[in-house]
């Protein structure tokens, strides 16, 4: 089983950035389709943006143009850049895979929008 460990979460003022990092245990080499997700309170888990191993991108709507997702296979980490931040981003954020069975939900990251 391949265990996920996300960083990178803090507070932040509106329109700032934050670069948030998932480490897998393990080779991601393999792994078709990662995303990270996020879960605001009260509301449900959502994708917010997939990277393929062939490098195509896909983002929710809520966050097209100002998040960045890539992946370094070589050392097993996922990356999102977040810019131009705004409260309604505040949320945990989650990575995992994409349109298989999940891996073990990590603990996730906290991200905090807020003047």
């Known amino acids: 089983q391949v265990q996920l460990v996300e960083s990178g979460g803090g507070l932040v003022q509106p329109g700032g950035s934050l670069r948030l990092s998932c480490a897998a245990s393990r080779s991601i080499f393999s792994v078709y389709a990662l995303g990270w997700y996020r879960q605001a309170p009260g509301k449900q888990r959502e994708l917010v943006a997939r990277g393929t191993s062939g490098g195509s991108t896909n983002y929710a709507d809520s966050v097209k143009g100002r998040f960045t997702i890539s992946r370094d296979n070589a050392k097993n980490m996922v990356y999102l850049q977040m810019n131009s931040l705004k409260p309604e981003d505040t949320a945990i954020y989650y990575c995992?895979?994409?349109?298989?069975?999940?891996?073990?939900w990590g603990q996730g990251t906290q991200v905090t929008v807020s003047s």
């Open positions: 995992n895979t994409v349109f298989t069975v999940p891996y073990s």
